[in-house]
């Protein structure tokens, strides 16, 4: 998400808008929000309906019990609702590709 930041003003320069995903609650979302700068909206998928969606479930197990939750990924959806660009995992964590894209696609328009 740091990293998102800190590519916010090139990501918004490119007509795009940044929003993070989580399975917290809105209260930890804001709570990560003010402890580490990010100043885009974090939305709450509580009950895990977007990362179903998206196929990005992951059980981890945590003191031996299963646990639901999210893989990290990023997705560029255009505004027509198309999946254009994606990346999951260890690849999610750097937005170069990401911001390249959006780039790219706002100096095609």
Known sequence: MKAFQA???KLEG???QVLG???DSPFANHA???QNGITFPLLGDMNATA?????LEKT???GGA???SARRATFLIDKEGKVVEQQVDKDAVDPTKIVDACQF???TK
């Not at 990362?51 to 196929?55: P, S």
Request: a positive charge; aromatic letters at 12%; zero cysteines.
């Open 32 to 34: 990560f929000a003010m």
């Open 66 to 68: 299963p646990m639901v």
């Open 51 to 55: 990362i179903k969606e998206y196929g």
């Open 14 to 16: 490119a007509d795009t």
């Open 60 to 62: 981890y197990k945590i």
């Open 105 to 107: 696609r706002a100096k």
């Open 21 to 23: 995903v989580s399975v």
């Open 7 to 9: 590519n916010l003003s």
